[in-house]
RNA sequence: GGAGAGGUGGCCGAGCUGGUUUAAGGCGUACGCCUGCUAAGCGUAUGUAGGGGAAACUCUACCGAGGGUUCGAAUCCCUCCUUCUCCGCCA
């Protein structure tokens, strides 16, 4: 949600921004619904005052025993008049309301205007591997392990299965990145797979996502799209102390999301599933210290690849490939040996106040005084299908044999994948 | 799923036989006083949102959410959400 006092203030601002993002607001009509809104508001307020006069003086006359019909009229016409406006300005609410809901967040000014061809890419880390033999596609290399039919079975087409070394590798890393976390600092949360609306409201999936998500419309409740909406909304409607910043949270979760549209589209093997599981890393940070935040938080995830060996790159995403909520995103891309490109494995988003207006989420500064918004941030750390892709096209051998980095070797109880 | 009890300001907690409650009191917090420092003590201030004003200030709304009754609702009625306790079912 976008501050009012800005929409009145710089709505040429707002307006370009969601230009910049792809979205269609019509800001015109806010403006001309807000001041509607303003204006009934004073004529409200004067009438309820005027109610509240008349009825102090009926409780006035009526404790002195006097007669107090006059009164009791004045005030039941006032009240009359009040019920009619009042459900005006209750309509008038929801429609700002509905409106604001769909204004992205504005990009940072050090974002790039445009499409996904002006993404900047920020850093290359690692030698991408060179193999004297053609490398295979992980979905050949886990032919035994990775059982896509029989996915499609369970769940459907699109879901997928692992046995044996797959699931154990894939066990295993989960619980690596959340020990990396944690070594840091972060605390570990378990949290719920599954979101109500206000939750997905509050980080931003709804109303946009809507048809990208799994619902459960008995319960009205949505699988989570990301480990992000449970772990932000840990914190909606709370008030910190600003000592209590920033919070740092990590956790596992499964990731559902419909995809819907996408057939056909890069999604061969592992690289877009309709469930994945992911590590993600939450924030919620003062405002004067989100940037470093952000920064320390790529160079975080950065840092596990390191470990692992995997050649990867950043990117700073332009402002039409941002999501709705960000105001500046880094992507993690790393390389597929065996598909020859590059895969999005970590966004690591800064959401600014955004999030934290939607959510209610404020501290309290140290001094005293009114409650500010949170930045909120996050980023995965990291997306499983995409690094087990990488890491097993990348370490393979000849013989169709994997080489595991030596961080995950004593963990998965080898070197080698036979 | 059944029965019962709750949801009040950052937290705890009174009010709930409708009108001096503009929500008591406590804790916490801020500032001041006091003590050689610390602790304790004393005093003052301190909810959120929106509107008006240059400003001290002032007006309006908000007691889980929404509706209703009433001149007037934290207080009465209805619906929903949610927490707890007991029972049932179940991993």
């Known amino acids: 949600m976008l501050d009012r006092k800005l929409l009145r203030k710089e709505p040429r601002r707002v307006a370009e921004a969601a230009r910049a993002k792809n979205e269609k607001i019509d800001i015109e009509q806010w403006l001309e ?3 509607a809104r303003r204006t009934l508001m004073l004529e409200i307020e004067e009438l309820r005052k005027q109610r509240n006069l008349f009825s102090k003086a009926v409780s006035a006359k009526k404790r002195s025993g006097e007669n107090a019909n006059a009164e009791v009229t004045q005030s039941r016409e006032a ?47 690692g030698e991408i591997p060179e193999f004297d033999f053609q490398p295979r596609p992980h979905w050949e290399l886990m032919e035994n392990v990775f059982q896509p039919e029989a996915a499609g079975r369970i769940a459907g087409s699109n879901f997928i299965l692992f046995r044996g070394w797959a699931a154990k590798l894939q066990r295993t890393l989960i619980s690596w990145m959340l020990d990396y976390h944690t070594e840091t600092g972060m605390e570990e949360i378990w949290a719920p797979f599954v979101a109500k609306p206000e939750s997905m409201t509050a980080t931003a999936q709804l109303p946009k996502m809507d048809d990208d998500m799994y619902r459960i419309g008995r319960d009205n409740l949505y699988l989570i799209p990301t480990g992000e909406v449970p772990i932000t909304n840990l914190y909606r409607d709370q008030l910190l102390e600003e000592a ?31 469930q994945f599981e992911k590590v993600e890393m939450v924030r919620l940070e003062h405002p004067d210290r989100s940037d470093e935040a952000h920064e320390e938080l790529l160079n975080h995830a950065a840092g596990m690849l390191k470990l692992l060996g995997i ?10 490939d941002l999501s709705f909520a960000a105001a500046k995103c880094f992507d993690i891309e790393i390389w597929s040996a065996g598909q020859n490109k590059w895969l999005e494995v970590s966004s690591i988003a800064n959401f600014r106040d955004f999030q934290a207006r939607r959510g209610n989420m404020k501290y309290r500064p140290a001094g005293g005084g009114k409650p500010l918004f949170v930045h909120t941030l996050n ?7 995409r690094l087990i892709i990488s890491l097993i096209e990348n370490g393979q051998q000849a013989d169709g044999s994997i080489k595991l980095p030596s961080a995950l070797s004593e963990r998965m109880g080898t070197e080698v994948i036979r």
Not at 255 to 272: M, V
Not at 379 to 385: E, I, M, Q, R, T
């Open 79 to 125: 009240g009359s008049r009040l019920s009619i406006l009042e459900s005006n300005l209750n309509e008038m609410d929801n429609r700002l309301y509905e409106m604001e809901k769909n204004f992205p967040n504005i990009p940072d000014s050090d974002v790039p205007l445009g499409g996904e061809e002006k993404n900047i890419v920020l850093q290359t880390w």
């Open 311 to 320: 050649p990867y790159r950043v990117l700073l995403l332009a402002s039409g």
């Open 379 to 385: 980023g995965s750390g990291l997306a499983l299908p």
């Open 244 to 274: 209590d910043l920033p919070v740092r949270l990590c956790g596992y979760t499964p990731c559902f999301r419909r995809e819907a549209g996408s057939y056909g589209k890069d999604n061969r093997g592992l690289n877009r599933v309709h």
């Open 33 to 35: 619904t807000d001041s």
